[in-house]
């Protein structure tokens, strides 16, 4: 069906920043949101943000929000998450998500989940 793959990832120090990426493929709604997640170790898997096909709906978690920028490119079926002002707690694996309708997403049921891509925040 869809397949998402994260890219971007890696470690970064304390204050820094990182742009992780997002690709959609196989077959996808004709018109979707995407969005990130993140899990820690020993957390629940929390929402980050997600942004809806127009762009014209996104959400952030207050945790991140004046830090983390999600856009999205529709002729590239890809999302992006801009994360500056990198803390250390912030280091968990970032999971991007799709959905049909952007408020899935923020709900936490989307329909398909990429496999991560881990991000680490040094000190």
């Known amino acids: 069906q869809v397949q998402l793959v994260e890219s971007g990832g890696g470690l970064v120090q304390a204050g820094g920043s990182l742009r992780l990426s997002c690709a959609a493929s196989?077959?996808?709604?004709?018109?979707?949101?995407m969005g990130w997640f993140r899990q820690a170790p020993g957390k629940e898997r929390e929402f980050v943000a997600a942004?809806?096909?127009?762009?014209?709906?996104?959400y952030y978690a207050d945790s991140v929000k004046g830090r983390f920028t999600i856009s999205r490119d529709v002729a590239r079926n890809t999302v992006y998450l801009q994360m500056n002002t990198l803390n250390v707690e912030d280091t968990a694996v970032y999971y991007c998500?799709?959905?049909?309708?952007?408020?899935?997403?923020?709900?936490?049921?989307?329909?398909?989940w990429g496999q991560g891509t881990q991000v680490t925040v040094s000190s």
């Open positions: 942004i809806s096909w127009s762009g014209g709906g996104i």
């Open positions: 998500a799709l959905a049909s309708r952007v408020q899935a997403i923020v709900a936490a049921s989307p329909s398909s």
């Open positions: 196989g077959r996808t709604f004709s018109s979707y949101a």
